[in-house]
């Protein structure tokens, strides 16, 4: 089982960017958390990271049919990228869209989600447990589908 993790703009600042709010951890330090989970679970990870609405979109496209699932952080984009959505919409695969903070507690142009209803669901304000909690979830998700 090979599960995609894709994250968007500024993500590539944990660590660095509002500490208080987005957590301590680096995206590479989350990213081999999910590493050490991925292989107690028997499961591939397979990680991409852009500043770039149209890279990530690339991205969902190529992999589409050779992921079994996708967990994104779309950063920002969340909030009014229907280019996204519409990519994500076509997708054929479990997706589960992850948030570091509770956005629906923040500013009001974060509380509304513009992806997540083209998601299978949403985990967000958990800081970086949301990801762990959304490979967990997409495995578990994956394996009843094969029942
Ligand atoms: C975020 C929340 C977004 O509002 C913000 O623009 C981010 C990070 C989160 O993980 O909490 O870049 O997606």
Redesign the pocket.
């Given at each position: 089982m090979k599960i995609l993790i894709l994250n968007g703009?500024?993500?590539n600042l944990l660590g660095e960017r509002d500490r208080s709010i987005?957590g301590l951890k680096s995206l590479s330090e989350i990213e081999n958390c999910l590493v050490s989970r991925a292989s107690e679970l028997g499961v591939e990870v397979l990680f991409f990271q852009s500043n770039h609405e149209g890279y990530l979109i690339d991205k969902i496209q190529e992999t589409a049919g050779k992921v079994d699932g996708l967990i994104i952080?779309?950063?920002?984009l969340?909030?009014y990228s229907y280019t996204l959505r519409d990519a994500l919409a076509d997708l054929k695969i479990p997706t589960i869209e992850v948030?570091?903070?509770n956005?629906f507690a923040r500013e009001a142009f974060?509380n509304t989600t513009i992806t997540a209803p083209v998601c299978t669901g949403l985990i967000a304000g958990f800081g970086w447990r949301s990801y762990l909690t959304a490979l967990e979830l997409i495995v578990s998700i994956i394996n009843d589908r094969g029942k």
């Amino acid at each position: 089982m090979k599960i995609l993790i894709l994250n968007g703009p500024n993500l590539n600042l944990l660590g660095e960017r509002d500490r208080s709010i987005y957590g301590l951890k680096s995206l590479s330090e989350i990213e081999n958390c999910l590493v050490s989970r991925a292989s107690e679970l028997g499961v591939e990870v397979l990680f991409f990271q852009s500043n770039h609405e149209g890279y990530l979109i690339d991205k969902i496209q190529e992999t589409a049919g050779k992921v079994d699932g996708l967990i994104i952080n779309p950063g920002a984009l969340t909030h009014y990228s229907y280019t996204l959505r519409d990519a994500l919409a076509d997708l054929k695969i479990p997706t589960i869209e992850v948030h570091l903070s509770n956005i629906f507690a923040r500013e009001a142009f974060r509380n509304t989600t513009i992806t997540a209803p083209v998601c299978t669901g949403l985990i967000a304000g958990f800081g970086w447990r949301s990801y762990l909690t959304a490979l967990e979830l997409i495995v578990s998700i994956i394996n009843d589908r094969g029942k």
